[in-house]
């Protein structure tokens, strides 16, 4: 499913004009951009969780050549499901 696909479902399910959904999807989207940027955890009750993670530095070989080197230390998104959308994924 693609982002104007998504959008179009909002629309049908709430009864707001497709520009309104668009507008109201990337709002939620920066919203938990901006969350996750500031170190926040964004949590819907029974669909899941938003969270930064840190990954640790770690060695790693380069394909071409298998000389190794070291891939640094970053912080990633993840998302941990809910016991909501397990059991509706089931």
Known sequence: ????????????????S????????D???????????????VSFTGFGKFHVAQRGAREGRNP???????IAA????RFTAGSGLKKAVK
Request: proline residues 2%; charged residues 30%; negative net charge.
């Open 1 to 16: 499913m693609t982002k104007s696909d998504f959008v179009d479902r909002v629309a049908a399910q709430s009864g707001l």
């Open 27 to 41: 709002a939620v989207i920066a919203s938990i951009e901006d969350a996750l940027k500031s170190g926040e955890e």
């Open 74 to 77: 970053s912080k990633v998104p």
């Open 64 to 70: 071409r050549t298998g000389e190794t080197m070291t």
């Open 18 to 25: 497709k520009k309104d959904a668009g507008t109201a999807v």
